[in-house]
């Protein structure tokens, strides 16, 4: 499995002091996250898109170039790509690029966001958010595995003899995920195309998930590429922890009682009761994690949402040290125990090569 992070870049005040980073600051500080999660041993580092106050990534690769520039392992993503409003040429060149340079360390993560003005910010209608994620992705999927493309659809202007450049790394595209929370659609195009299903598991209660985890499961055997336990499945998570329950809950809760999205509702017992939020013990995250496989099955990735809400830099790094310490190395371990031997791992620029030339070899 591979164990990681994930960031919404949101530049929220922190409700202790009353102070707001700068963009500079949150910026600067998203980067100091993704070199420290390398250096405690977490394999993945994904940043959310976002065009609109108060967030700050609306330039993945940008962020994820420098950062690459900086680390050696660690496997750079994207949290959401805007599939919708991007235009599918610029994604298939800004990736490919990103590919070169990292030397095959990237993947991303197609989401249609969940801002409704991003839509006519760049000319598209959010009423037509699934055709519009259904059509840019069959482009792109074409754009990265053919040299010439002629292409026309509804949502842009037609192609003809098309070259995308650079063409992808050693010819291999960047594994894709399609990341979604409610949406059966999206289940299906990730099932249909044998890429990845990426499960936020952050508001929804254990239930919902599994739903939608079995669907996605169900449909990627349906369209042959394998079991419904070969399907590569993510999973988001959120956790904040200290040595002992008590100064974790208390110290989260004016974070969790003014964080932009769930402030000011359901209280924070209730909602780690009903969601997969831990707050409390390293122990206590080790324990709620592994339940994810009792819904979700055996999977391949795992991120944790640890930088939102106003954290200051300080407490995310000690969060780090925490999850590279005390937490991944045991749920490594255990994840690992009883899990099928014809279960893929997590699918990597390497493993993608070795599929790639042994199919061109048969």
């Not at 050693?170 to 399609?178: E, S």
């Not at 339940?291 to 995310?316: C, E, I, N, S």
Request: net charge negative; hydrophobic share 40%; proline share 7%.
């Amino acid at each position: 499995m591979q164990f990681g992070i994930f960031s919404v870049g949101d530049v929220t005040p922190d409700p202790t002091t009353g102070r707001t980073p700068t963009e500079r600051e949150r910026i600067k500080a998203m980067v100091a996250i993704a070199l420290k999660a390398e250096e405690v041993g977490l394999d993945v580092f994904a940043t959310g898109e976002h065009h609109n106050p108060p967030f700050v990534p609306s330039s993945p690769t940008t962020m994820l170039g420098y950062i690459a520039a900086q680390t050696e392992k660690l496997v750079l993503s994207t949290s959401t790509t805007l599939i919708t409003t991007n235009d599918p040429v610029k994604i298939a060149e800004d990736f490919a690029m990103l590919q070169h340079l990292a030397d095959g360390r990237v993947d991303l993560m197609m989401g249609r966001g969940n801002t409704g003005p991003v839509y006519p910010w760049f000319g598209q209608d959010i009423r037509q958010g699934i055709n519009l994620a259904i059509e840019n992705y069959a482009l792109l999927h074409r754009l990265w595995r053919e040299d010439v493309v002629d292409w026309e659809g509804k949502f842009r202007t037609p192609l003809q003899s098309f070259t995308s450049t650079p063409r992808p790394l050693d010819d291999v595209p960047p594994f894709v995920w399609h990341g979604s929370i409610r949406s059966p659609e999206i289940a299906e195009q990730a099932a249909y195309y044998g890429d990845g299903f990426f499960h936020n598991n952050i508001f929804w209660p254990a239930d919902h998930t599994k739903r939608m985890v079995e669907l996605y499961r169900a449909r990627y055997a349906h369209y042959g590429h394998g079991t419904p336990e070969q399907a590569i499945v993510g999973l988001g998570g959120q956790v904040f922890m200290r040595k002992n329950s008590q100064d974790a809950v208390r110290e989260f809760r004016p974070y969790f009682d003014n964080a932009p999205v769930y402030g000011h509702g359901p209280s924070l017992e209730d909602f780690t009761d009903q969601t997969p939020l831990t707050v409390g013990s390293s122990q206590e995250v080790i324990e709620k994690t592994l339940a994810f496989r009792d819904y979700a099955g055996d999977y391949q990735r795992q991120l944790f949402l640890l930088d939102h809400a106003g954290l200051p830099l300080k407490t995310v790094l000690e969060q780090l040290d925490l999850l590279g310490e005390e937490v991944v190395p045991v749920l490594r371990e255990e994840f690992a125990k009883g899990r099928p031997a014809d279960v893929p791992e997590a699918p990597t620029h390497a493993s993608l090569l070795t599929a790639a030339q042994k199919e061109s070899v048969a």
